[in-house]
């Protein structure tokens, strides 16, 4: 990604053209049981879900656990003014271990890059995987812009502060090694869960979290994950600002702490979650998965069914 944003021509943001015609999802595509259309040309039901703002976190292209074609639908169904990138977008310490990019991580950025030069306002706030591109704060790449942080006014006049959240990590903070060790085993419980996910697809059952459901029965995981919202919420109080937005723990949430909005954007390794205001400032968690649980289903109940003749 970062070397399509260093090589793409700066632009301005344009008119935005008509909405393409829509189309039925291709729902084979979608659950991952063949190939999507190549190139970044029209896909399903482009834009027909329109909203002010997105916010979309740990991504993590450039390893095998993205759940890229669920992510593309999402891009290609999805149309807003201000999109912003809330780190982990690429997977950097992945790829110095071993080089992962296939086609499709590469369709992901060409839609990116595309609904930038269609007009979208593109806000990258680089993560801890993606540090790399914190050389790069207050540049404008493809009409990509590349911020430490930002703050974001809702409809309704509110102001939130986003930022990925590593920073707030005690463990990303003191113990960097640390980090990269439970990222090793991160990166393995992934793998199981991929096996595993197989099985349960084979057996019509929709998908599972391995990983996120340790999270949430490992008592000191759960204690972590709460003093990191804790403290979030606690800086955006201190700035004087009515909530925040961040990722990086990979738990989609949106409440409220002590009176400061918390939201999570959740990821798109595990939950396939992205956090999107309405035109009216309302904030609303949409969870993609239920979409490819669904494909999955359409594309067992068509082979099931003999084809006329």
Known sequence: MLRALLTAPFRRSADRPPAAPLRPPPAAWLAGVMPPPGGDGPGPEEGSLRVRTVWISDLHLGTPGCQWAALLDFLKTVE??????????????????????????????????????????????????????????????GGIEVVDEAVHRLADGRRLLVTHGDLFDGVIQCAAWLAHVGDRAYELTLKVN???NRLRARLGLPYWSLSKYLKLKVKRAVS?????EEALAREARRRGLQGVVCGHIHHAELREIDGV???????????MTALVEHPDGRLEILDWSERATAARRAVRQAAAVPALR
């Open 80 to 141: 807003c003014d201000t999109l912003y990138l809330v780190g982990d977008i690429i997977d950097g310490w992945q790829l110095q271990r071993s080089w992962y990019w296939p086609q499709g991580h590469n369709d992901v950025v060409q839609k990116l890059l595309r609904k930038a030069r269609k007009g979208t306002r593109v806000v990258f706030v680089p993560g801890n995987h993606d540090e790399f591109a914190r050389k790069y704060l207050g540049l404008n790449f």
């Open 194 to 196: 991929r096996h595993f």
């Open 224 to 228: 972590f994950i709460g003093d990191f």
């Open 261 to 271: 909005l918390y939201a999570n954007d959740g990821d798109w390794v595990e939950s």
